[in-house]
Nanobody
């Protein structure tokens, strides 16, 4: 069972920056997509950004130009650089890995890390 360990959350003022990290406990099968989701109080969980094993990225419109996802395949890790943070970015951020086996896939989730942006 793959375990994902997140780090890097915290409290920051609006306009500030944070960098989230997520590392897998073991080597992940090569066909996978890594990503970040967030869950704010009173809202549904939403996708923030994803990156495929080939490096293709996808972002929520609300974070484009401010948040950047990257990965290090050698370390089985994914990162989220968060710049120009806004109070509406406050949420618990979850790391996700989707591992694809043909037409099926397995989902793995981190425990979540709190990001709080003060105005």
């Amino acid at each position: 069972q793959v375990q994902l360990v997140e780090s890097g959350g915290g409290l920051v003022q609006a306009g500030g920056s944070l960098r989230l990290s997520c590392a897998a406990s073991e080597r992940i099968f090569s066909m996978n997509t890594m990503g970040w989701y967030r869950h704010a109080p009173g809202k549904q969980r939403e996708l923030v950004a994803t990156i495929t094993s080939g490096g293709s990225t996808n972002y929520a419109d609300s974070v484009k130009g401010r948040l950047t996802i990257s990965r290090d395949n050698a370390k089985n890790a994914v990162y989220l650089q968060m710049n120009s943070l806004k109070p509406e970015d406050t949420a618990v951020y979850y790391c996700n890995v989707k591992v694809f086996y043909g037409i099926s896939h397995s989902d793995y989730w981190g425990q979540g890390t709190q990001v709080t942006v003060s105005s």
